[in-house]
């Protein structure tokens, strides 16, 4: 059962909760569910935080000298993973949020 509300482009479908453990519902556009593109985000900050890793360690072990490459991929993945705090932060919010509303 989906609920239509009323948004600024017309009506907007609610799709129901999915229980824990069950397959996410498919958004209105036929995109990824929310818990795919979180575990998707999740995954890519991993990945720049092994390839600094990586790099940051050839930088020590001497088989590469380009201390500009080593240095924006430390930035980048720390970009990534700040980014990654706020939205985690935001849903934490969110979360007490909904937590206080009374029924």
Wanted: glycine share 10%; proline share 6%; aromatic share 4%.
């Amino acid at each position: 059962m989906t609920i239509p509300i009323q948004g600024p482009g017309g009506s907007v479908p609610i799709l129901p909760v999915q229980p824990a453990g069950s397959t996410p519902a498919v958004g209105v556009a036929g995109g990824k569910g929310f818990r795919q593109v979180l575990m998707d985000n999740l995954n890519e900050v991993n990945r720049l935080q092994q390839e600094a890793d990586q790099k940051v360690q050839a930088l020590y072990r001497g088989d590469t000298n380009n201390v500009a490459e080593v240095f924006a991929a430390v930035n980048k993945a720390g970009v990534a993973f700040d980014l990654l705090m706020e939205i985690r932060n935001k849903m934490v919010e969110a979360y007490q949020e909904i937590q206080q509303m009374r029924v």
